[in-house]
């Protein structure tokens, strides 16, 4: 099997030369529970030549329905260990590296990156990111979900400490959302890295209503 075989769909689309360019870009997705499952399932096998997972947590039962890189042979298991596996099981083309550990070591490591991913469920470390991201000069997508709603933005130069910061703990997730909310965060990336267009330090919040219609809303975000 030749890359040109197992990428053929996106070389329809965007041809050779952005595919393999695609091969060179290095991305930490922060966070390997919902959206890091997501993000890895639809980044894994795009062509991004190394992806870096990062989590210190384990697989628990009550997550396993909304994070679906995981079976339930997967329990106790480090998430970013259990996901960098599957990656490399599914793309044959991808270098996948896990890093169990929580993002103030990971930031510590020193490493270079052409995009940053947050998967992680809290708002200080949401913040961290958001500084280290401006103190390397790092592009960085945000993302968070909760019951039916969630939201994404693309961080460039925008200052994400207008979010009340704190440690705030959803009600509940329907599994869907987390999907949907981080297949928008996916592409975002993958258009991103592929030299495509992408709308910057623009807010998405994207919601159900009363009536079951999915309303998507847009908020420019203020620069630093």
């Known amino acids: 099997m030749t890359a040109e075989e197992y990428f053929n769909r996106q070389i329809q689309l965007w041809g050779e030369a952005t595919q393999k360019s695609l091969?060179?870009?290095?991305?930490?997705?922060?966070?390997?529970?919902?959206?890091?499952?997501?993000?890895?399932?639809?980044?894994?096998?795009?062509?991004?030549?190394?992806?870096?997972?990062?989590?210190?947590?384990?697989?628990?039962?009550?997550?396993?329905?909304?994070?679906?890189?995981?079976?339930?042979?997967?329990?106790?298991?480090?998430?970013?260990?259990?996901?960098?596996?599957?990656?490399?099981?599914?793309?044959?083309?991808?270098?996948?590296?896990?890093?169990?550990?929580?993002?103030?070591?990971?930031?510590?490591?020193?490493?270079?990156?052409?995009?940053?991913?947050?998967?992680?469920?809290?708002?200080?470390?949401?913040?961290?990111?958001?500084?280290?991201?401006?103190?390397?000069?790092?592009?960085?997508?945000?993302?968070?979900?909760?019951?039916f709603n969630g939201q994404v933005c693309f961080f460039n130069e925008a200052n994400f400490q207008v979010f009340n910061i704190s440690d705030h703990k959803p009600g509940g997730i329907t599994a869907p959302i987390v999907m949907h909310i981080g297949s928008l965060q996916a592409n975002l990336a993958l258009r991103y890295l592929a030299g495509l267009s992408v709308k910057k330090d623009k807010l998405y919040y994207l919601y159900f209503d009363d009536e079951g219609e999915l309303i998507t809303q847009k908020f420019g975000m203020p620069k630093v």
């Open 23 to 147: 091969q060179n870009k290095k991305i930490a997705i922060i966070g390997s529970g919902g959206l890091g499952s997501t993000l890895a399932q639809a980044l894994g096998t795009s062509g991004i030549g190394e992806i870096h997972m990062v989590d210190f947590d384990t697989v628990s039962l009550h997550n396993i329905h909304r994070q679906i890189a995981f079976t339930l042979k997967d329990e106790g298991k480090n998430k970013a260990k259990a996901v960098a596996a599957l990656i490399e099981s599914k793309n044959p083309f991808v270098k996948a590296v896990a890093f169990d550990m929580d993002f103030e070591a990971f930031k510590g490591m020193g490493n270079r990156y052409d995009l940053l991913l947050d998967a992680t469920d809290n708002l200080p470390v949401r913040g961290e990111i958001d500084k280290h991201a401006k103190e390397t000069n790092t592009p960085w997508i945000y993302a968070s979900v909760e019951e």
